[in-house]
């Protein structure tokens, strides 16, 4: 039986503008959308659950306009065709992230290529927020890091951060159906067995082996961000660094400050589009690790 992927179709009479697409991303922010597939008068949103698909369908349903709405069970098979026919390689520094339909060898000595297999999931280097992240992981030193991937999705982020020289890397994820397809990008990588895979939910406390990670990755939602930044800030060591991205711009301010009240401030910034990606490291003030 083909893997479906549960779905919100939202459409409006008109073509929605920028702030109502901006207020609709909001609203259904706490159910962690994994994709978002625009159409001319609307947008097709993707969960990690019908439960998150239900939960986002009652928050639009109250927005002002309201969408028509339409939950749907996507087949893989449906997302893979059209990744297929649309996803080339996309190049971001000396990062090359390619689809196995479109792997080649390397242009340059210093080019580093990452296969993934598209998934409903973000992270095939197509969305704004996944470059940002690895723009930003190629301007921090990995190399000998210990480094977690929090959400790993596709483990794109894990995977560069390992050919980047980090070492050990623990990539983990609360949807088993990404930890599954993060494996089989690691067996197309050859990278299985160098990047531990963990099933985990950030709302619990995480076993990291009594020490703190150099440095952690989280390609998440502006809203988890902000409701867990203490419990990400608790898993670096304190000369460590913390990547985020996976929010929009006029969220950038409640990322910032969400981290500074836990010890985290900004070392630099990214901006695409409309998505922000930040290198927090710790300030003086950051409480002591319990």
């Known amino acids: 039986m083909a893997r479906t992927y549960p779905a919100l179709d939202l459409h409006w009479p008109t073509p929605p503008d920028a702030d109502t697409i901006d207020r609709t991303l909001a609203a259904i922010d706490d159910d962690a959308p994994t994709a978002v597939e625009p159409s001319p008068a609307g947008m097709r949103v993707f969960f990690s659950s019908p439960a998150m698909r239900d939960r986002a369908a009652t928050r639009v349903a109250d927005l002002t306009p309201a969408p028509s709405l339409r939950p749907i069970d996507v087949p893989d098979e449906d997302w893979a065709a059209r990744s297929q026919a649309s996803l080339g390689p996309v190049t971001v520094g000396r990062i090359v992230v390619a689809p196995p339909w479109a792997r080649g060898p390397a242009s340059g000595s210093n080019e580093i290529e990452i296969v993934i297999l598209p998934s409903m999931g973000f992270g095939t280097g197509h969305h704004a927020s996944t470059r940002l992240c690895l723009r930003l992981l190629q301007a921090v030193r990995v190399a000998g890091k210990r480094v977690l991937d929090v959400g790993t999705g596709s483990g794109v982020l894990a995977l560069a951060g390992?050919?980047?020289?980090?070492?050990?890397?623990?990539?983990?994820?609360?949807?088993?159906?990404?930890?599954?397809?993060?494996?089989?990008?690691?067996?197309?990588?050859?990278?299985?067995?160098?990047?531990?895979?963990?099933?985990?939910?950030l709302a619990a406390d995480l076993d990291h082996d009594g020490g703190g990670f150099d440095g952690v990755l989280a390609n998440l939602t502006g809203g988890l961000?902000?409701?867990?930044?203490?419990?990400?800030?608790?898993?670096?060591?304190?000369?460590?660094?913390?990547?985020?991205?996976?929010?929009?711009?006029?969220?950038?301010?409640?990322?910032?400050?969400?981290?500074?009240?836990?010890?985290?401030?900004?070392?630099?910034?990214?901006?695409?589009?409309?998505?922000t990606g930040l290198t927090?490291?710790?300030?003086?003030?950051?409480?002591?690790?319990?």
């Not at 070392?267 to 589009?273: A, P, T, Y």
């Open 280 to 290: 927090l490291t710790s300030t003086p003030t950051r409480p002591t690790a319990r």
């Open 162 to 201: 390992a050919r980047l020289g980090a070492g050990p890397v623990l990539a983990v994820d609360c949807d088993p159906d990404a930890l599954a397809s993060a494996a089989d990008n690691l067996q197309l990588n050859d990278m299985t067995g160098l990047i531990e895979l963990r099933l985990f939910d």
């Open 225 to 275: 961000l902000i409701r867990y930044a203490d419990q990400l800030g608790r898993l670096a060591t304190p000369d460590g660094f913390l990547l985020v991205s996976g929010f929009e711009r006029f969220e950038a301010e409640a990322v910032c400050a969400a981290f500074a009240a836990v010890g985290w401030s900004q070392d630099q910034r990214l901006d695409e589009d409309d998505w």
